[in-house]
């Protein structure tokens, strides 16, 4: 290496010790808070719009008032012992009626709901068996 190259390798690496700190921490000040974490669910700024229907601990099930088709939040703050839940709309009937998807792990899921429902099923597909039902009163 030549005079020269050594100068500006040298230039070079006193640059990068300097620039690298200053980046990792205008990278950590960046970081927005997060609504997940290990301890459960933290649900911030739900807005008047949405309507709280139930919430246990395990999971918080908000609908909204204010769209055109009818919506649910639903705040899922712990996994199910099921790996793959299903959910259901429950008609008038009380008969399971459309599908609208699945739970599977801890975080926020939307549901669009045409039409009015009497409530949600939440079902095991593997067991066969009813995990929890859930009642709507719709305005």
């Known amino acids: 290496m030549t005079s020269d190259l050594r100068k500006t390798h040298k230039i070079l690496w006193l640059i990068l010790a300097m620039t690298i700190p200053i980046l990792v921490v205008l990278s950590v000040l960046g970081i927005r808070e997060q609504g ?14 949405k309507e709280l229907v139930l919430e246990n601990d395990l999971f918080t099930i908000y609908k909204d008032k204010k769209s055109v088709d009818h919506q649910l939040l639903v705040f899922l703050k712990k996994s ?9 709309a429950i008609s008038s009937k009380g008969a399971k009626g459309m599908y609208l998807g699945e739970l599977d792990k801890k975080g926020v899921y939307h549901f669009k709901i045409k039409g009015a429902i009497e409530g949600l099923q939440i079902y095991d597909e593997i067991k066969k068996e009813e995990i929890t039902n859930v009642a709507l009163q719709w305005d």
């Open 36 to 49: 997940l974490n290990d301890n459960g669910m933290s649900v911030k700024n739900s807005g008047d719009k």
């Open 80 to 88: 199910l012992p099921s790996p793959a839940a299903s959910v259901y």
